[in-house]
């Protein structure tokens, strides 16, 4: 059992705030226990260090490494940053990784990179085998000269052998190798590991200190992993089965050795559905095609038979799913067709057994894969041969592997049959994928926590507890919330009863013209800058132009898009001292980003941003309500309302970071207010966490600015004379 001494040694500050103790001790009790743990924490309170402390300290008195993860960059520096606090109070080993495509030298994809490495381990082991058997030969030659018996028979049968070990050097010299692998192998590296653990390490650094010297970076850091204190990664190296048995193997331990941190866990179902989801284009299918024309195999024409049928039925699929006008409407991204059935198999499956004129579907796509893996093989032996320049990769193989698992798996609950198009930029010609989009990420995420140790999940909307356990697959995890302890009366959250911006009403001019008024007055208020968050982009243009164009917003109006460069746009924003900045609550600046002090004094969510309510989205609902037909309303409560909630909530974390901190945070539509009470489930007042709830005060548009001006005018924050009402 730890005790607070034990694990706050590790603590790289004079002092946690009173809810980090708390929350170290919860986590410790918890990780002695061996269970699961679910923290809600405020922004800008410390969660990072309230999970990292006592699972280090857990991880070393009972030999496990902790590995915390990350989908938000800025977090990925910020926990370099404690892991370099920590270091100065406690000896840790500790790596920051990354994919091999961000820190390659040579720019290879994936499986070149394997074949180089493969091929260029050979080549040393052959080079040293035939160092030794020099070194044999040359002391059989001495025996020799000694008179030795056998010695000249022994000699000659080294010799032989160095032949054969040279024609194969020749070989191998002639194939691909990587010469930075080369020299890890060549060299000894012990001034790199020095170097690695002498601090906490970026993988730029990495780069830059092996590029400088010709060595392979990503290699040498693979190897400096096994048995650490701490690594820091990307989801995707635990949330793909794959790529996580790798990353354990690398780290030289079993899964129960392992414990795992998840930042901004809330983001864990989207990834985790992107990592499940499967697809395969239309391109695919015809690069197959014409592989296996050159495929001099019996295994050709069944495999033939398979995708050229599937490939018409995709084909057929899409071009009878548009709609009128709609083709026109495609353009360069993904543009999604409705596919499903309610009663039957999708429309996709239907085609493709209506043109399948094989001898069986199932036989026929075995033969497709095996036939997929040799040629594989092939490609793999003529890169590592040097008789192709690149590796290339098997159509066949991933074609045959997407249609197996759609035929075996396109029915089953949780799994959505998807068709999409586009254009393609060059030729302007719509081509086609199909898509096995997974609704239920517990399919990838419970086997995950299953295996590993335990598990700490953190996020300041984590909230409720129930549907994270239901939708990750946790069991009985324990759970704890801390809130904001900077002081109350240095924030405002004001719930503004303008229009509800339901979409059908949005286009109406007297409810713009409302909320056009109410955001002029948060700007005008603000003794500062203030962010507007909205649930589009296009909706964030339509005010920003009408703010823009009005004589009584003094500052910089300043607009967000799917096309900016959003790091400039925020750092021109946060060098300003009047400015508002308009973006969409969907966008890359509603969480993981930091507003702290001036940078942002007032924040508003202008409507309630319910994602997007297409196919995938009513497929999900559609799946959680048939996974918890127990739970009445499971579908629109764990697909729509909590995540648009945990959007909302992140938003309002972007202002009042510290204790010394500040600012108002707006709500503005109606359905925040407690008339809301009589929207039913529209109504979202009670979706929120009740200490924040409780804080909600109801303001008319138009009693705004004085609620305003006499909250900043009592911290004396406008500096001076304050804006008249």
Known sequence: MSTTGEYERFFPYEEPYPNQRSAMAEIAAALDDERDVLLEGAPGTGKTLSALVPALEYARRTDKTVVITTNVHQQMRQFVEDARAITREEPLRAVVFKGKSSMCHIDVEYQECQTLRDTTRTLVDKEEERAELTEQAEALLDRIREGA??????????????????????????????????????????????????????????????????????????????????????????????????????????????????????????????????????????????????????????????????????????????????????????????????????????????????????????????????????????????????????????????????????????????????????????????????????????????????????????RPFDVAEDVLGLSDPATMAYGLEYPEERRRTLTVAAPALFSSERNDPETQSVVADVLTDAARFTPGNALFFFPSYSEAERYHDRLR??????????????????????????????????????????????????????????????????????????????????????????????????????????????????GVRLLVDKRYTQASADMGKYGVRESFPREESAELVDVSPEKLKFAMLNFYADLDAYGGEPPQP
């Open 149 to 462: 018996d056998g010695a000249a028979e022994a000699r000659s049968a080294v010799t032989d052998e160095l032949d054969d070990i040279e024609d194969e050097l020749e070989e191998l010299r002639e194939g691909n190798i990587c010469e930075h692998y080369y020299n890890n192998l060549e060299r000894s590296n012990d001034e790199f590991f020095e170097w690695l653990f002498s601090d906490v390490r970026t993988p730029e650094e990495i780069y830059e200190y092996a590029h400088q010297r010709q060595l392979c970076g990503y290699e040498l850091l693979k190897e400096g992993m096994e048995a650490v204190d701490l690594v820091v990664c990307n989801y995707h190296h635990l949330l793909d089965p794959n790529i996580r048995e790798q990353f354990f193997r690398w780290l030289g331990r079993d899964p129960e050795e392992v414990v795992t941190v998840f930042d901004e866990a809330h983001n864990i179902e989207s990834a985790a559905r992107d990592h499940a989801s499967r697809t395969l284009t239309e391109n695919t299918l015809e690069e197959a095609l014409g592989e296996l024309e050159d495929a001099a195999d019996s295994r050709a024409g069944p495999a033939e038979n398979v995708l050229s049928a599937f490939l018409g039925a995709l084909r057929e699929t899409y071009d009878g799913a548009f709609g009128f006008g709609e083709r026109e409407q495609v353009g360069e991204e993904w543009y999604d067709l409705s596919i499903a059935n309610a009663d039957r198999r999708d429309d996709l499956t239907l085609a493709f057994l209506d043109r399948y004129e094989g001898r069986g579907i199932d036989a026929e796509v075995d033969l497709a894969l095996q036939l997929g893996r040799a040629l594989d093989q092939a490609y793999e032996d003529a890169y590592r041969e040097g008789e192709a320049t690149t590796r290339s990769e098997c159509q066949t193989l991933q074609a045959a592997e997407f249609i197996a698992t759609w035929m075996a798996d396109g029915g089953e609950l949780g799994q959505h049959p998807m068709c999409s198009v586009r254009r393609d930029a060059g030729t302007d010609e719509i081509y086609g994928r199909a898509e096995l989009y997974t609704c239920i990420p517990r399919e990838v995420t419970e086997g995950l926590f299953e295996e590993v140790h335990a598990s700490i999940l953190m996020s300041a909307t984590l």
């Open 549 to 662: 164009s009005r004589a009584d917003v003094d500052g910089e109006v300043l607009l967000d898009g799917s096309d900016v460069e959003t790091e400039s746009l925020r750092q021109r924003f946060v060098d300003s001292d009047d400015a508002a900045l308009f973006t969409s609550l969907w966008g890359t600046l509603a969480e993981g980003v930091s507003f702290d002090g001036d940078d942002a004094r007032t924040v508003a969510v202008v409507g309630v941003p319910y994602p997007h309510l297409s196919e995938r989205m009513e497929a999900v609902q559609d799946a959680y309500e048939r996974a918890y037909e127990d739970r009445n309303g499971a579908g629109w409560r764990y697909a729509v309302e909590i995540p648009t909630i945990r959007k909302t909530r992140q938003a309002l974390g972007r202002v009042i970071r510290s204790p010394d901190d500040f």
